[in-house]
């Protein structure tokens, strides 16, 4: 059961060959046995901050009720789904992995958790992060590493590293994620995943604890793209109550979800133009097998009828320290509000009003939190706002047009998702550089607002998955997903499993 799509398991339910509740007990059971595992077991995963096994039996009671009824939730309806830990729920907790929000409840639910009730997912647990969404290897987490399921001894991606190990480890069917330089999609990419970082203001922000609001969004983490686009469409649309939330209606992904209905499957992707970014192939410290898969998969579009030209995407050098100079400033202001007095952790050795902001900061952030808090502070100080920021804010606009200009001639850009494939463990958190350097390929979509999907395309170095990233126009998210699926119709790398999701959780 652990190893069906969150599809299959739906049509288990509507078939009566399995109920809800068996289904969520079989996950709660493999997840709470990892949990169950003492913190230095190098063979346990950590992908959850936490579960609420109650709660998810009660819901997926209720829901299985409902079906019973033959009431139409969704088309997952009774599937269960691991949220990560920066997400508000009215039940449980909601740390971002941090000791500053260590216990916290959140008074309401998040935009996205009010969709998913009402298309009747069944809510598992929160899974591990980097502390507010903050790394690149779910390493800087308060409550330890997440292990990846495909090498125990390497990162999982961050800083949605446990929504992509729960999901890659059969510990969750699929999960949410947040991205704002890559955190869906590279843990995607190290874990033999499909991902998606929706276009800016099409998922609702209510309720994610925000890092760099102007990046910012929650997408899918799941084992196919129709798994990710079904999530997609339950989660995207319309939310008051964010005021960045614009897309008036849920993307429609009928066409990914029920090819022989709609025909589909044979058109394949002929009239598509793909361009293929020459000079993000040749960066200093990408390696061969990343290079060979996203090509051989240039080849397998091409054999399904899209045009694929090589050209020029300018301005690469400079998409991560824009990325981390606008990410720094935003989280420096977001973050102001962990203060001792509204929220979680308070230091118990403040003895006046300055001492609890001071003490409770240094207490409750990591050194990464800390770390882009003063480099977000410094880049929004008086003398350095021009210098910085506001050149920033410049530079971005023309990543913003250069890939407009390249989406006029093309209706997608293929890239490789990550330089490399899944990192040692403890092999970059020394140096935040070399983390931050390997963000080169995401960050400049979420500068830009614009989509991407991440998808398995092979193995390399260590039989370990690969990821392409397929990056479209604002809006266009389902024909990104859509091409991922031509794709893995025609391929079969995203159907491999880790040895972990049959021994990890024993
Ligand atoms: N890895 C990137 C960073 O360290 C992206 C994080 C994210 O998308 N939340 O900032």
Not at 22 to 34: H, M, N, Q, V
Not at 52 to 73: C, N, R, S
Not at 146 to 171: E, I, K, M, Q
Request: with cysteine; hydrophobic share 40%; charged share 20%.
């Amino acid at each position: 059961m652990r190893e069906k799509t969150a599809f299959e398991l739906a049509s288990l339910i509507r078939e009566r060959k399995a109920s809800s509740p068996e289904i969520t007990r079989a996950f709660l059971d493999a997840a709470k046995a990892d949990m169950a595992k003492p913190a230095d077991d190098p063979t346990k995963i950590n992908a959850y901050a936490s579960i609420d096994e109650e709660a998810a039996m009660a819901q997926a009671e209720m829901v299985q009720k409902k079906i019973d009824a033959g009431e139409f939730l969704s088309p997952v309806a009774g599937v269960p789904v691991a949220l990560k830990d920066n997400m508000c729920t009215s039940w449980g907790t909601a740390t971002a992995s941090s000791k500053i929000l260590g216990g916290f409840r959140a008074p309401y639910n998040a935009g996205v958790v009010s969709k998913m009730r009402e298309a009747g997912l069944i809510f598992l647990g929160k899974t591990n992060m980097d502390e507010f969404a903050m790394g690149s290897s779910t390493e800087t987490s308060y409550l330890g590493i997440t292990r990846n399921p495909w090498d125990l001894s390497r990162v999982p991606g961050g800083s949605s590293g446990g929504s992509a190990a729960a999901t890659s480890a059969g510990l969750a069917p699929f999960a949410l994620g947040s991205d704002t330089g890559g955190s869906i999609r590279q843990p995607c990419a190290f874990t033999n995943l499909t991902g998606v970082k929706p276009t800016y203001g099409s998922v609702s922000r209510y309720g994610l604890m925000a890092y760099g609001s102007s990046l910012d969004q929650i997408g899918p983490m799941a084992k196919d793209a129709r798994d990710a686009a079904v999530l997609l469409s339950i989660i995207s649309g319309k939310d008051e109550r964010d005021s960045t939330s614009v897309m008036e209606e849920a993307f429609r992904v009928c066409d990914i979800l029920h090819p022989e209905k709609t025909g589909a499957e044979n058109t394949g992707m002929s009239g598509k133009r793909i361009g293929l970014p020459k000079n993000y192939f040749d960066q200093p410290g990408i390696s061969q097998d990343v290079q060979a898969c996203v090509y051989a998969a240039a080849e397998t579009f091409r054999q399904l009828g899209a045009t694929v030209e090589e050209f020029e995407l300018p301005l690469i050098d400079y998409a991560v320290p824009t990325y981390l100079i606008v990410a720094c400033a935003e989280a420096s202001s977001n973050l102001s509000r962990y203060d001792g007095v509204k929220y979680g952790y308070r230091s118990p050795a403040a003895d006046d009003i300055h001492g609890v902001y001071y003490k409770t900061r240094s207490e409750g952030f990591g050194t990464e939190v800390k770390r882009r808090i003063i480099l977000g502070s410094f880049v929004l100080s008086s003398g350095y706002f021009d210098a910085y920021y506001k050149k920033a804010l410049q530079v971005r606009g023309l990543i913003r047009r250069a890939f407009d200009e390249a989406l006029t001639r093309f209706d997608m850009i293929l890239s490789p998702t990550t330089p490399t494939v899944a990192f040692e463990i403890g092999g970059k958190i020394q140096d935040p550089l070399a983390m931050y350097l390997a963000d080169i390929f995401t960050t400049s979509v979420n500068l830009t607002g614009l989509p991407a999907v991440a998808a398995p395309c092979g193995f390399g170095e260590g039989g370990l998955p690969v990821g392409m990233q397929i990056i479209g126009r604002a809006w266009e998210d389902p024909a990104l997903l859509e091409a991922a699926a031509h794709y893995q119709r025609a391929t079969d790398w995203h159907t491999r499993r880790p040895a972990a999701m049959a021994e990890g959780a024993r």
